[in-house]
């Protein structure tokens, strides 16, 4: 005999890390903080690897430490993603000039990537779905207004001619 057991949530610390990504737009906050910090990285690199550190240097070391900024507070406080992402889009843009040419392109896309992933996440979209649940579900609901509408046809049909 077998007991049926009601499905209880999932314990652990990857299904309650799953619930806390699901809620903001983590992708892009990981983007735009790696691509700050990929940016401090070539900022260390040897002078035969460097093309100019930048404006007075200190710009150099400003925007891309503001990215690292920027996405972790995307990723902690995500009621100001807009704000958070056009400002780290400018950043990004501006280590164009300040830090190796962005991070020798490495970090200027993944922070224009970030940023542009943060401004067009939506907080209350429904989780997507993998491609076999959508085409199951479309399926079953095609099938089943099939049958409603047989349904509907056979009562009709069978209505005239009583």
Known sequence: ??????????????????????????????LLAL???????????????????????????LLPSLMVLLGLLILFNPSQRLFYSVTGVLLSLGTWLTSNLGGFFLGLLLGVT???????????????RGRRRRGKRARTELTDGAEEATGAKGTAGAAQTA
């Open 35 to 61: 691509g700050g910090s990929e940016i401090l990285l070539t900022e260390k690199a040897s002078l035969k690897v460097v093309m100019h550190i930048g404006m007075q240097g200190l710009a150099g070391y």
């Open 1 to 30: 005999m077998l007991i049926a057991v009601p499905d209880r949530p999932r314990q652990g610390p990857r299904p309650a890390f799953r619930r806390w990504r699901a809620h903001r737009p983590f992708w892009g906050g990981l």
């Open 114 to 128: 970030g940023s542009c992933l943060t401004f067009g996440w939506l907080p209350d979209q429904e989780p997507r």
